[in-house]
Each structure stands twice: as C-alpha cells, then as structure tokens.
C-alpha cells in the first residue's frame, strides 16, 4: 500500500497561497479535478462501488455527503477547491476584489453550456447564488453567503458580487459543495427537486443518464463540456452494495474498477491481489460526534464536557478503521498543520473519567443519565464505534441506547436542527470559514445545527470571514477551535484514511481528500 501524506510546509504553502489568492485568481485548466494524463485515451466504461447512496441529486438543497461525492461531476460552481485549500477558478475565468474587500468582480468563461444545450451567461449565475442564498429555498449553504448583498450581471460574461462586509472566503465557498450554476429560473418548476432525480442541468464533464433509488446511478460524458478533450470516460455507473466484503469480491472479480472503503482495514487482503492497485489518501473528512445543545441533558456544558472526556478517541479509531487515520482534535487532519490547534493545548482533549463523573454529579447526574446514540445505516465504521463510546460512557454512568436510521431520516432531523446524540461524517472544503462556519454560526447567518447559539464564536466566525491575512485569520481560527473545545458542541473524533482500491484498467484517478470522486474527471481506461 503507498502512502501519500501532505507534509508540514506543503499544507502551510497552501494556506498561504489561498490567501495570496484573495485579492485576484486567474484560471489554469491544467489545475482543475487533478493532475492530467498525457497519456489518456477517450472512451470505455468504469463501475463505482459504494456503500451508500444520494437519497437525491438536488445540488442545492440535497445535504447528504452521499449526494456531493457525484454530484460534483454533473454541476460546477464559480470555482474548483483545490487540494491543497487553494480555490482555483472554474466557471469563472478570473476574480478580483476591491481594495476593500466589500466587491467581487468575476469574469466568465466563454462557450460554456448547461447540459440542456442552452448556453451559460452571467444571468443563469446571478439566478443559481440568488436561489442558493434565499433562505426561503432551504439550501444548507445559504448562510455561506450571508456577507453577499446583491448580484450584479451588468454584461453577460461579468458578475458582480456586492458584500455587506467583506468575505476573505468567497472564492471558496463559489465552490461545489452546495449550490452550482444552472439555467435560469429552472426552480420555477415546483417539481425541480424530482426533476433533478431525472435529468441534470448542470455544466459539468458528466451529465446524468440514470438514477434507480437503492440500486444504481448512471452518468455519461457530456459531449459539450467546455474544456476541450475532457472528460475520457464514455459513462460512469455507481453500483450500490450492501457491504465491503461484497465490494472486495467485486473488485476481484472485476465486476467493479474502484471503491472507496469506509473502513480502511477491509482493504488489507486486497492488498496482494494481481491487477488490484491499493492506494491511500490524505482526508479532508471527519468522523465526529454531534452533541445537540437543546437535546435533554445535553443543554448543560457540563455533560456535554463530561461525555467529551469520557471517551478514548485513539480506541474509537482503533475499533472502527484499524487505526487507518489520525485522531483529531478541532480541525480535519489535512487542514491541522495550516489551521488547527494542537490538541495538547486544546481543554477537554484527555481521559479523565473522575472529572467526568464530578461534572454529571454537578449537572445533577450523579445517578447516571440514559441517552440514545444514533448511527446512520450504510456508514459501517459507526457500529463498532457506537459500541465502543457506549461501553466507554458506561464507565462514568452514562447509559447509552443506539439507535441505526437511514440516511434520510438523518438528514431530516439534521435539516431541522435536531441531532440529538449522534454520529456525523463529513468532508470539509479546505477553508475554515467552510468547515465552521455553517454548522457552527448562530441563525440566521449561520445554520447552528447544534443547537449551540455562541455569541462569542459567531463573532469570531464573521471576523475571519472579513480578514484576508493569512496569520490574522489563523489566530481568530484558533480562538475559535479553543470555544468549540471548551463548550463541547462537537466532538471531532478523527480524520480517516482515505483508501481506495482500483483495477488496473482503470488509469489517473486521485482521490480528493473531501472524499468526493472530483477525480474521475480526469480518469480514463486501457484496453
């Protein structure tokens, strides 16, 4: 197995330079989805195995990662997040700031088309961010451009982006996690979501040719993708199956030519296996534990703090991915060296189940308390891992029930801001405007899916969004990461290993550390 890591100064310099890029970008092709193969031949077909499934393919108000690892293939933002935490133009072809940061200009990529055959201009963008930022539309991302006032599209390959205060950010959040540029007043249809289950209108390198709910999704190369050449592969299926030990046995069998596992370990036999490449990847994801501050007794700081140093993060990882990772402490391990914190001055980071048991004792809990632990069915590393926190809470009195849902009825309870107790896994943008902010700012700029409601933080999530310098932003980051310990509303257990397995017919993939399959962009097959 070969090991790719982002070394220390690699992970600064990209830090810096995303913040060289603040005031202008320009666009380089040769930068975007991965590194291009000269080598490459067009055509064939490749099969994608996974364990979980888009619940729907709605770009803007579809949450679930399952969604975002494909869509990201059909539909492109103004921009492309690099590896490296450095946004690189996609849509557009160049960006620039005003000297005060309260204005963005973006120019346009010319002969761009929607898959529908229309051509892109500067009024579908300003239609696709205005839809994105209305919180009427129920996009998750819209408080990711809480700092824009209006769009402006005074000709048709420039927009203007008009800020309340500026947004050092931007760039990365024109990005594809939520949100994409599509055909003007394509939400008219009160049917878009479904539609989007049916077609794709996005502009991306593959378009949608068939999506059956629990069985397969289906997409093919679109003809009339702007960057010439690209993409290689004539049609892409994602296969859904019901465990690793299937997928293994489809990888050997050839029945499928790349995976991405869950739990890493279940790629060790795989390993010795002519024709199978084996390779892992640094990770942008992380496996966490969200602790709802409006959920029982979890409205008390002190449970929450007690619950947090209760449990052995090294052993979760241990149990759930054969230690195939790097235990985390407020920041996902391909951003630690440029942005975290370390753990060791980090509060409530160690074992210590006698302070554990005085704080439940204090909140008024010193009989014990129960509490259900939901697990999400599909994200296999969640079991053993749900076992292992509920015998570890066990041991200061904290009786845990696990609870296994659908995808789905998660993400409905996480929509509505009611986690409760539960398990989370998810892939950042590199930025940590983009990792915290969402999730952790107060409504209505931010979503506050837990429920934590933090004055002091939010105040801290706008402020970085407003500086530019690199160094300025790190020191309110870690300001902010030293809160979110403090308080507890998460728990950031640890980054996985990205690990994949793929034939050897299958050439030029790279995983990118969201764990989004950005690669099979610039992928292709020989023989």
């Not at 402490?329 to 391909?334: N, S």
């Not at 292992?388 to 929509?415: C, M, P, S």
């Not at 002091?456 to 020191?475: K, Y």
Request: one cysteine or more.
């Amino acid at each position: 197995m070969t090991a790719w890591r982002i070394r220390r100064r690699e992970a600064l310099v990209g830090g810096l330079a995303a913040a060289a890029l603040v005031r202008t970008a320009r666009a380089d092709d040769s930068l975007l989805y991965g590194p291009t193969d000269r080598e490459a031949k067009r055509g064939g077909r490749v099969s994608v195995g996974s364990l979980i499934e888009p619940p729907a393919l709605d770009p803007f108000r579809q949450a679930a990662d399952a969604r975002i690892r494909v869509s990201v293939l059909m539909y492109q933002g103004l921009f492309f997040e690099d590896q490296a935490g450095i946004a690189r133009p996609l849509l557009a072809s160049s960006a620039e700031a005003s000297p005060d940061g309260r204005s963005w200009t973006f120019r346009l990529r010319r002969g761009v088309k929607f898959h529908t055959g229309a051509a892109m201009s500067s009024a579908d963008v300003k239609y696709s961010y205005d839809f994105m930022r209305d919180p009427k539309n129920g996009s998750p991302g819209a408080g990711d451009l809480s700092s824009v006032e209006a769009i402006e599209a005074p000709a048709d390959d420039v927009v203007i982006f008009r800020l309340r205060r500026p947004n050092a950010a931007l760039p990365m959040t024109l990005t594809n996690k939520y949100g994409a540029v599509v055909p003007k007043d394509f939400f008219a249809d009160p049917n878009s979501g479904t539609r989007m289950n049916e077609i794709s209108v996005g502009t991306g390198p593959y378009k949608l040719k068939q999506f059956r709910p629990n069985s397969v999704l289906v997409m093919e190369r679109f003809a009339d993708y702007w960057l010439a050449g690209e993409p290689w592969l004539d049609e892409i299926t994602f296969a859904v199956m019901p465990n690793s030990a299937a997928m293994a046995v489809a990888l050997q069998s050839r029945r499928i030519d790349l995976a991405l596992f869950s739990r890493p370990q279940d790629t060790q036999p795989l390993a010795s296996v002519p024709g199978l490449s084996v390779r892992r990847w640094p990770s942008l994801n992380q496996k966490s534990v969200d602790l709802d501050c409006n959920y029982g007794a979890l409205k008390d700081v002190r449970v929450r703090q007690a619950i947090g140093i209760s449990i052995d993060r090294k052993a979760v990882m241990d149990v759930s991915i054969a230690g195939y990772g790097q235990v985390i402490g407020t920041m996902v391990a391909g951003m630690q060296d440029a942005w975290g914190v370390p753990i060791a001055d980090l509060p409530n980071q160690v074992v210590d189940l006698d302070r554990a048991r005085r704080l439940l004792a204090e909140a008024g809990h010193g009989g014990g308390l129960d509490i259900d632990l939901t697990t999400i069915i599909g994200y296999d590393w969640m079991d053993p891992a749900a076992v292992t926190i509920a015998d570890q809470l066990r041991h200061v009195g904290i009786r845990v029930n696990i609870k296994r849902i659908e995808l789905g009825v998660w993400i409905r309870n996480f929509r509505a801001r009611e986690m409760g107790f539960t398990f989370n896994d998810w892939g950042t943008t590199p930025d940590p405007s983009l990792l915290f902010y969402r999730h952790f700012r107060a409504a209505p700029e931010g979503a506050d899916f837990r429920n934590w409601n933090n004055a002091r933080a939010s105040a801290l999530l706008d402020r970085g969004q407003e500086v530019s310098d690199h160094a300025q932003r790190r020191a309110i980051y870690a300001e902010f990461q030293k809160i979110l310990a403090e308080e507890v509303p998460t728990i950031m257990m640890f980054s996985a290993d990205l690990v994949t397995v793929n034939t050897a017919r299958l050439r030029n993939y790279t995983q990118h550390g969201t764990g989004w399959y950005f690669g099979l962009a610039k992928a292709w097959v020989s023989g």
